[in-house]
Structure formats: structure tokens, C-alpha cells
Nanobody, 126 residues
Framework: QVQLVESGGGFVQAGDSLRLSCATSGLTFNNRLSGWFRQAPGKEREFVAAISRTGGGTYADSVRGRFTVSRDNAKNVVYLDMVNLKAEDTAVYYC????????????????????WGRGTQVTVSS
């Protein structure tokens, strides 16, 4: 059974930092694209960041320079380090794992990913 479990969310002040973790099991992690998405109340789920099998990162414009995605293939974990958090970063953050095969679907698109966690809440107070 495939499982993705996010952790590390919380309530912080603007300017603070958080590290989100996504622990995976039940799949071959090290050959898959991994991604982070978020969904704020009343808004659609949006792309945040993705990391390729080889560690290359891609970011949404809104978080580039503040968020860093990384992975530990030995531990089957993907991380999202967030610094200088802003009120507009408030959302439920979801991690996702790709299908493990080549795809023409843009990595910023949710349909590129086959597996999803249940999310972790990040609330940033201004």
C-alpha cells in the first residue's frame, strides 16, 4: 500500500521558517518525481515545488528564493524548507509522487502525480 505522510506544519509568524517532511512507503521512491502543492481556503490547489529523481528543483514564482525542495532517497523522504514565510503562504500543503515513468505532462500540473498525501496545515500570521 502506497502512503505519503506529511509532517512539520504549524502556526508561525510572518518571517519565520518551517521544514515540511513527506515520508513515503509502498513505492520505489528514488526513481520518481516528487512534488509539493498547496491549497488555501477558497482557492484551487496550486503547484509549489518539485524535485526530479536526480535532485533538480523547480519552483513556483511565488516561492522561488524562499522555499527549497530536497530529497533523501535513502530514507524515502522529501522535504520542503520554507523561510521568510508570508501570510499568503497559509494553506494545506500536500506532497505528491510521480508515476515513475516518463511523461509529457508538465510537472507543475497535478495530473502528473499518481500518489498524494493528506496534507499538513501551515498557518502564517502577519
Amino acid at each position: 500500500q502506497v502512503q505519503l505522510v506529511e509532517s512539520g506544519g504549524g502556526f508561525v509568524q510572518a518571517g519565520d521558517s518551517l521544514r515540511l517532511s513527506c515520508a513515503t512507503s509502498g513505492l520505489t521512491f528514488n526513481n520518481r518525481l516528487s512534488g509539493w502543492f498547496r491549497q488555501a481556503p477558497g482557492k484551487e490547489r496550486e503547484f509549489v515545488a518539485a524535485i526530479s529523481r536526480t535532485g533538480g528543483g523547480t519552483y513556483a514564482d511565488s516561492v522561488r528564493g524562499r522555499f527549497t525542495v530536497s530529497r533523501d532517497n535513502a530514507k524515502n523522504v522529501v522535504y520542503l524548507d520554507m523561510v521568510n514565510l508570508k501570510a499568503e503562504d497559509t494553506a494545506v500543503y500536500y506532497c505528491a509522487a510521480g508515476r515513475g515513468v516518463a511523461s509529457v505532462i508538465n510537472i507543475r500540473t497535478a495530473s502528473r502525480y499518481a500518489y498524494w498525501g493528506r496534507g499538513t496545515q501551515v498557518t502564517v500570521s502577519s
